[in-house]
């Protein structure tokens, strides 16, 4: 997956960065460096967890968050808040039993210790990060030590998974998509797919864009069978692609599970947006869920292409022309003023040199201003000096 991150640099005077698309939340307090020093903050959100926090009686609440700072020269701690997908059940004996609890680690597989939590109210909690590190790791978890068998601790939860559907920028007349499912609510915008193929060399991996998601409460990891349909005849996923399996074990382990659903159109002249249905089910074939997603527009077609005459000549066609006898030949050009209609201004971005192998590049420098004669595009072959 494409974790969430972002980059941030903040003065004395404090802040607040958010990591994008999320509820995750860091407030710096004014005075957190000296005057006229800087604090730059980075921020990731690992969609997969370590193994360490996952098991019968630990369960992630959160991606892992990692927090890197570029000045160790502070004077106050920073406060970390954040949105969590599950909340202790409201009775006597999951209270005494489970506790939400904020664990940390110098490196990603941990291990981790806890820490303090400052304020926990239903799905919002919030930590003061203290004896600040260059790089953290923290990890919101629900955690219960004197749990017996077969009990877990999600029979003391009540707990949120994120079923996030992703797919291209544009409708295609064969496209896939890919089903994600999440054990919390930060779904990235983007998901780098890489398809398993027979092949030896398979293709290089793809950026797929999120088109939306959904949340629904589950009582325990289980086996759920995801099905999804189109709701345009024009569409259609084919009848041995509609269901695919999530196994339990995948969820209790905290991993991101991902699901490949083929797409075709049976009229690649009528494509246009349309709506796909999604059913999530649990291995009884009894329906928890069924949610309706709006797929993206098909590409715009291209503007035909001008047809007026060409204003150069191919290298390949240099040779073959044939003059007509009555071309009059000069030794020299007369050159004459003449209004060019519809001219159009370029600006440089890079400096191009001058190159003998190629006759239509003279040389430019970055920011000239260029008029442009003629808007047709030329292919060069080998290495552009610049």
């Known amino acids: ?11 004395s005077s404090g802040g607040a960065v958010q990591l994008p698309d999320t509820n995750i939340n860091i407030h710096v307090p004014e005075g957190h460096v000296a005057d006229g020093d800087a604090q730059q903050i980075s921020m990731k959100a690992l969609l997969d967890s370590p193994l360490e926090l996952n098991s019968d009686k ?33 009775d006597i004996v999951s209270k005494n039993l489970v506790a939400i609890r904020c664990l940390r680690s110098d490196m990603k597989e941990g291990p981790y210790t806890p820490m303090t939590l400052s304020y926990c109210y239903g799905d919002t909690i919030q930590v003061q990060l203290e004896n600040l590190e260059p790089c953290m ?23 949120k998974i994120t079923v996030g559907v992703y797919g291209p920028k544009h409708v295609h007349p064969s496209f896939k998509t890919v ?3 999440f054990g919390h609510d930060c779904a990235p915008k983007s998901l780098l797919v890489n398809e398993v193929t027979r092949q030896v060399h ?28 189109s709701n345009m005849p024009n569409y259609e996923v084919k009848a041995s692609d509609q269901a695919k399996m999530v196994r339990g074990f995948q969820m209790k382990l905290g991993k991101v599970s991902h699901l490949i659903f083929p797409i075709i159109s049976h009229d690649p002249n009528e494509l246009s947006d349309f709506t796909l249905r999604l059913q999530v089910k649990d291995n009884k074939d009894i329906m928890l869920a069924q949610f309706c997603i709006q797929t993206p527009q098909p590409p715009l077609k291209n503007a035909g292409r001008c047809l007026g005459q060409r204003r150069f000549l191919k290298k390949n066609e240099i040779g073959k022309i044939i003059l007509s006898p009555l071309v009059t030949t000069s030794k020299y050009p007369v050159f004459q003023d003449r209004i060019v209609a519809g001219l159009k201004y370029g600006k440089m971005l890079k400096t191009v040199v001058r190159q003998n192998k190629n006759h239509y590049l003279l040389e430019y420098k970055k920011g000239d ?8 595009k030329i292919r060069l072959k080998g290495q552009l000096w610049t």
């Open 137 to 159: 790791y923290i990890a919101i978890v629900a955690q219960g030590q004197n749990i017996s068998y077969p009990y877990t601790v999600w029979d003391y939860i009540s707990k």
């Open 369 to 376: 201003a260029i008029a442009l004669l003629s808007e047709e």
């Open 179 to 181: 089903v994600a499912v």
């Open 202 to 229: 398979s293709a290089a991996p793809i950026i797929l864009h999120l088109w939306g998601k959904h949340q629904l409460f589950l009582l325990r990891p289980q086996d759920l069978k995801l099905c999804m349909f």
């Open 1 to 11: 997956p494409v974790e969430t991150n972002i980059v941030c640099k903040l003065d």
């Open 58 to 90: 630990c369960s992630t609440l959160s991606p892992v968050l990692e927090i890197k700072l570029s000045n160790m020269e502070i004077r106050t701690p920073i406060i970390l808040e954040m949105k969590i997908s599950a909340e202790v059940n409201n």
